[in-house]
């Protein structure tokens, strides 16, 4: 878009013609205020705060609404501008409780700030203010309605953004009231985003509630750890008896690669770090029993017992897994500890999206990775397996932003009719475990066609589809770990032949596409070279073993037949991710390195505590390649 001149307070600002003048103006550092307006949601000018002079305009203009145009002359601070948004802010505290010493909002709310700035110092209002009881909408959503302002910030990022619309407005004018879409209660997927988003504290955390406030906390940014998303996360921290407490997560700094949104699991899930069943000290299996020790007399265990094991049977008879939660440093670490000192090329992980064959397929097309920001501002989307509502939320609201604000049209092949079929341009459904047969069609092969037929898919609707997607310039390919091997080389190869186009491979964990990168492989180093030629890795760590090592199933077969003497397993559960029969292990030393008494700790000779995610610094890998620094947020439990 050409760009438009515009002057505001005498300064000159040049914006792309569209601008919203709020947004012009906030480009050079002028902020006008305001309560309804959020970036990315449909403009609602109901506050009327942002009022701004227009030059040859007879009235004041709201900012949230206007967009500039060539030669615009725009004033925003005047005595009369000043005495209009004094008159709102009197207005809004005109039926206002006074609660700020009792509110959880108080030392961040937009209308105590505001009232700072252009309140009155006395009200004309002396009418009894309207009480109404609070109410719980949701196990964390709670509701004060006398301080709601009815900006409906919480209604349409609820509904535009989330695209859940649990939220709405009864009756009209000044009766109307916010109300959830089940009479007195939510239903929807607690993601939090209209309590993030409320200016006041009209809507509030149950988990948050009445716990401490927003100066007693200390605030660490970091990132969260459930999904492969790499949301930023900031946390609440607060010194108690027991130590660093976090008490809230939230998105106050919007920063990160996620911007405005956080869902559930980043904004709640993080009181695991504080559980009353997580491991304090280590663990010793005596008489049949695991009892407390010391951390000499465990690490002092496991090493006679290594060493025993490595001189009587080689590196060999040793396995180590590891985990695609735990940092980048940690996995570099483990898997070079594994082959250095214990001279074993045993070493795996839970995979889940194939990245070695992702990697091996981009081999000298680095620049066909999509990011994140590419994916919220591709003109088109081809979307192959995977949920990301459930799976990957940021991806999921990345995707529903870009249909609705820049009508990018969005492709998806499923075998399950997923919640983003609603934005979707084609969507077209496929049986299980079809979706590499989808890959080799597209890349050409017509014989894979009769695989990939679903309930609403024949033959003349995959061939419109394959020439639809062919034809869209920058595309954006995503595709979860329904793509294996060969079938992600034909993507790749499909991908090669549009112009600009760029791919996404998903995994499913924090740090998936970390555990791969840092070589958690039985036959691959860091950097996914292979074991069998490791020159620099031979020269630099004083030999590897050549031979690749055996996969996660292989260790149980090898447990069962008794050649696996030894297991080391590091924040991983294989005994319940791979309904592994714990009777496998009877023979062998296992040693656990966890935070819980998980089904794999259950049977473990030794069991280290572990740290959390929020406990340790480091770095993981989100999705998209993205390395991101994960801060240490409270003290080590233990």
């Known amino acids: 878009m050409p760009d438009v001149n515009i002057t505001v307070d005498g300064k000159k600002v040049t914006a792309p013609a569209g601008t919203l003048l709020i947004e012009a103006c906030k480009s050079v550092g002028i902020e006008v205020p305001s309560f309804c307006y959020y970036p990315n949601l449909s403009l609602q000018g109901a506050c009327r705060m942002c009022l701004v002079k227009v030059e040859k305009m007879p009235k004041l203009q709201t900012a949230c609404t206007t967009v500039i145009s060539e030669g615009m002359a725009v004033t925003t601070e005047s005595d009369e501008i000043r005495q209009a948004r004094k008159g709102m802010v009197e207005l809004l505290l005109g039926n206002h409780p006074l609660d700020c010493p009792v509110c959880d909002a108080g030392g961040e709310c937009e209308l105590q700030d505001m009232t700072f700035s252009y309140g009155a110092a006395e009200s004309k209002f002396i009418d009894i203010k309207n009480h109404r009881e609070e109410q719980q909408w949701s196990p964390v959503v709670y509701f004060d309605r006398p301080r709601c302002i009815l900006c409906y910030r919480c209604v349409r990022v609820c509904g535009e953004g989330m695209d859940v619309w649990a939220l709405g407005v009864q009756n009209r004018g000044v009766s109307s009231i916010i ?48 999904c492969g ?56 299996r005596k008489n049949g029993r695991l009892i407390p020790t ?17 001189d009587k049977e080689g590196g060999r008879a040793i396995g180590v897994v590891g985990s695609n939660r735990t940092t980048n440093e940690e996995n570099y670490l483990l898997q070079k500890f594994a082959r250095v000192v214990l001279g074993t090329n045993n070493i795996d992980h839970h995979r889940t999206a194939d990245f070695p064959a992702f990697a091996a397929a981009m081999a000298g097309k680095h620049e066909m990775t999509a990011s994140m920001r590419d994916v919220a501002q591709a003109p088109a989307i081809l979307l192959i397996g995977n949920d990301p509502t459930n799976q990957h939320p940021l991806l999921a609201w990345q995707i529903r932003n870009n249909v609705r604000l820049r009508r990018a049209r969005l492709y998806l092949v499923n075998a399950n009719p997923i919640k983003l079929r609603r934005q979707s341009t084609s969507f077209l459904l496929t049986p299980a475990g079809a979706e590499g047969q989808v890959a ?19 033959r003349e ?33 499909f991908a090669s032949h549009i112009q600009d186009a760029r791919l996404v491979c998903l995994g499913d964990y924090a740090n998936s596409r970390g555990a ?13 070279h292979r074991v069998a030629e490791p020159a620099k890795f031979r020269d630099d760590w004083a030999g590897v073993p050549s031979p690749p090592g055996l996969t996660i199933p292989q260790m149980v077969d090898a447990a069962r037949a008794g050649t696996l003497k030894a297991l080391y397993v590091v924040g991983a559960n294989p005994v319940d991710q791979f309904a592994i029969d714990p009777f496998v292990f009877s023979g062998s030393f296992v040693v656990v390195q966890d935070m819980f008494l998980t089904p794999t700790a259950e049977i473990a000779d030794v069991v280290l505590p572990a740290a959390s995610a929020y406990e340790k610094s480091g770095t993981f890998t989100n999705t998209c390649g993205d390395l991101q620094l994960v801060k240490q947020a409270g003290e080590v439990t233990g």
């Open 516 to 528: 791969a990168d840092m070589g958690l492989y039985p036959d691959l180093l860091p950097g996914y």
């Open 461 to 493: 609707a995959w061939i419109n589809f394959r020439d639809k997607v062919r034809g869209e310039p920058k595309l954006a390919i995503i595709f979860g770990s329904e793509l294996r091997g060969d079938d992600i080389g034909a993507l790749v190869e």
């Open 179 to 226: 109300a959830p879409n089940k009479e007195d209660h939510l239903e929807c997927e607690e993601c939090g985003m209209c309590i993030d988003i409320c200016p006041v504290g009209a809507l509030t955390s149950g988990a948050y509630r009445y716990k401490t406030r927003p100066w007693e906390m200390k605030h660490v940014g970091t990132v969260c750890t459930h």
């Open 229 to 284: 998303d790499g949301c930023k996360t900031t946390l609440g921290v607060r010194r108690s008896d027991t130590g660093m407490d976090i008490v809230r997560g939230d998105n106050r700094d919007k920063g990160g690669i996620n911007g405005d949104f956080l869902c559930i699991k980043g904004r709640y899930a993080f009181d695991f770090a504080h559980h009353r069943d997580r491991i304090k000290q280590p663990l010793i």
């Open 294 to 310: 010391s951390w000499e007399e465990a690490f002092g265990l496991i090493g006679k017992k290594f060493r025993e094991i490595a």
């Open 440 to 458: 080799n069609f597209l890349a050409g092969d017509d014989s894979a066609l009769g695989a990939t037929t679903g309930a609403n898919s024949g």
